[in-house]
């Protein structure tokens, strides 16, 4: 039922203090800190982890893994996923660098753009309608565009083994609404006819639990849940309304830790998302990290939130030391881009976020971190 917690029922600690930490935990391996910070369990350092993508051109030209072609071939796929640990110093690495893998496998219409663009679906041709027209192909899992996502997780798991947190990504059906549906559909159907609307997610969950128990068989440690349920589209009480009681179900069902993403400012359904269950939040920049983790009380894990279009984008590694930093005092367990960053951020900038998160770290117990 919906009391279950996949990780006990007393999450273990809101803040680790370095003095705590390192006086019970040895040196970790990347998989252990990103596994332990989202149980909520002491970590020898805040784990610097990317539930989204930390894909650049400049990375693409490093492994010569380039847009489109590394979204659709598992061996670019992965060879580009390996450079968030290896260039960038991240204990995580992960795969999936856009959004719409599973999408175009139900059939959707799609836009794969050039090297330095992200690849869309055509939401302006819509597959579906109406409830009834919601079919899960059956060769979801063997579609070239999904089966490329298993083989990365699967080459990801070799090369790494357990010193990295290899991570998936399966998307929710909210987010599959506004692929297959249309935005704008989707949204109204949502405000109109809320049954209909339940009756369509239901049917379209079948894909997110396929899709992601096939990714936790090939391999994955993790996996990042995106629903873009976003603050600027639609509100909190929606969130419960449509998507709390499914996302609990997704935290029972699917018996890795799941990170759910869900963009813009979400400080009104965090309450409702720390009681699903998952084991944690990757939230926007759009929400300050100190109010964030008094709403979500310790019973999930935020994972966030360093802001991409004006301190990765456009800003230097100061200014993303001083967002880390920001995080890293308010007690939040793992650090991230706030998204999928934009493909021209620069490298010294990413590299900036392990740098920081160790620096802090060094500061707070001299000598004892690395």
């Known amino acids: 039922g919906s009391t279950w917690h996949p990780f006990g029922s007393e999450p273990a600690m809101t803040r680790v203090t370095m003095e705590t930490a390192n006086s019970v935990v040895g040196p970790m391996t990347g998989r252990e800190r990103v596994l332990g ?9 805040t784990p610097c982890c990317n539930p989204t993508s930390l894909a650049t051109v400049e990375l693409m030209d490093l492994v010569n893994a380039n847009f489109p072609e590394a979204n659709r071939d598992g061996e670019q796929m992965a060879r580009l996923a390996a450079t968030g640990h290896t260039e960038l110093g991240f204990d995580s690495v992960m795969p999936v660098f856009s959004i719409i893998q599973e999408s175009s496998a139900l059939g ?8 330095d663009n992200w690849p869309t679906v055509k939401m302006s041709q819509p597959i579906w309608t109406e409830p009834e027209d919601i079919t899960i192909p059956s060769n979801l899992l063997t579609h070239p565009d999904t089966e490329c996502v298993l083989d990365a997780i699967k080459r990801l798991k070799k090369e790494f083994g357990n010193d990295v947190a290899v991570i998936g990504k399966t998307m929710g059906p909210w987010s599959l609404g506004y692929h297959c549906f249309g935005v704008e559909r989707f949204l109204l159907m949502s405000h109109d006819d809320p049954g209909k609307t339940m009756v ?12 992601g128990q096939a990714q936790i068989e090939a391999g994955a440690d993790a ?3 995106p629903d873009h349920a ?27 830790p799941l990170i759910l993403h869900i963009c813009g400012r979400t ?7 720390a009681r699903t269950g998952m084991a944690a939040f990757h939230y926007d920049s759009k929400n300050h990290p100190q109010e964030s983790m008094d709403v979500v009380n310790s019973r999930i894990s935020l994972v966030g939130n360093i802001n991409n ?14 967002e880390v930093r920001e995080n890293l005092a308010a007690g939040v367990q793992l650090i991230a881009p706030e998204c999928a960053i934009p493909l021209q ?3 010294e900038n990413l590299k900036a976020i392990p740098e920081a998160v160790r620096e802090w770290h060094r500061e707070q117990v001299p000598n004892l971190a690395s």
């Not at 239901?202 to 894909?207: A, L, P």
């Not at 400080?267 to 998302?273: A, E, L, P, T």
Request: glycine fraction near 4%; proline fraction near 4%.
């Open 37 to 45: 910070a989202l149980r909520r369990e002491p970590v020898d350092r």
């Open 108 to 115: 959707c219409r799609m836009q794969w753009e050039g090297k």
């Open 200 to 211: 369509c997610l239901e049917k379209m969950k079948e894909s997110t639990i396929l899709f």
């Open 223 to 225: 996996l990042t849940l």
């Open 230 to 256: 976003t603050g600027d589209l639609v509100s909190g009480n929606y969130y419960e309304q449509f998507l709390q009681e499914m996302h609990t179900e997704f935290a029972e069902t699917l018996r890795i």
């Open 267 to 273: 400080v009104d359904r965090m309450d409702f998302i």
């Open 309 to 322: 279009p004006e301190t990765l984008f456009s800003k230097g590694p100061e200014e993303v030391r001083t």
């Open 345 to 347: 951020t620069s490298l």
